[in-house]
């Protein structure tokens, strides 16, 4: 078998880190900006359902929400029904950014897609949405605490 997950994992790392690179100056670093799109996607979010989302710990989205407030990016704010909940919203600074790494967003999608037809390219989205649908199982199976038998 083809090593797919390497490929996969060269082409995410390779992406991730020319996005830390060109969103520096926006005070966006290691991965920052996921977390940014997504408040921005779904504002009001909630810390446990964004780090779902991104598929990552809750230590490791919650220290990535301390600097993107410290950086005004987002601000927290109380749940009107349960005030010991914090929503994730955009501030002014944050939602001005947005556009910018939808734009990188798509233009790294049309360099990655470069040379595949469109029915190639809608295979290929559907391949991997059944990938990361498959690997979403073990990730829920390992985040509650229990091992996979290999």
């Not at 996005?19 to 290691?30: C, G, P, V």
């Not at 799109?37 to 780090?51: D, H």
């Not at 929400?65 to 109380?78: D, S, T, V």
């Not at 029915?119 to 605490?145: D, F, I, M, P, Y």
Request: with cysteine.
């Amino acid at each position: 078998m083809k090593d797919i997950l390497r490929e996969i994992g060269m082409i995410a790392r390779s992406l991730d880190s020319i996005s830390n690179i060109e969103f520096k100056e926006y005070d966006l670093t290691k991965g920052q900006y996921l977390y940014l799109v997504r408040i921005c996607e779904n504002p009001g979010i909630i810390l446990e359902k964004l780090s779902e989302l991104i598929k990552v710990d809750r230590t490791t989205a919650a220290r990535a929400i301390q600097k993107l407030e410290a950086n005004h990016l987002i601000e927290k704010k109380a749940d009107p029904i349960n005030k010991k909940i914090k929503c994730l919203f955009p501030t002014e600074k944050g939602q001005n950014i947005y556009p910018l790494i939808m734009k990188e967003h798509h233009y790294s999608t049309q360099i990655a897609v470069n040379g595949l037809s469109e029915k190639e390219q809608l295979l290929l989205a559907t391949l991997l949405h059944r990938v990361r649908k498959n690997v979403e199982v073990s990730w829920e199976h390992v985040k509650k605490g229990k091992k996979r038998e290999y």
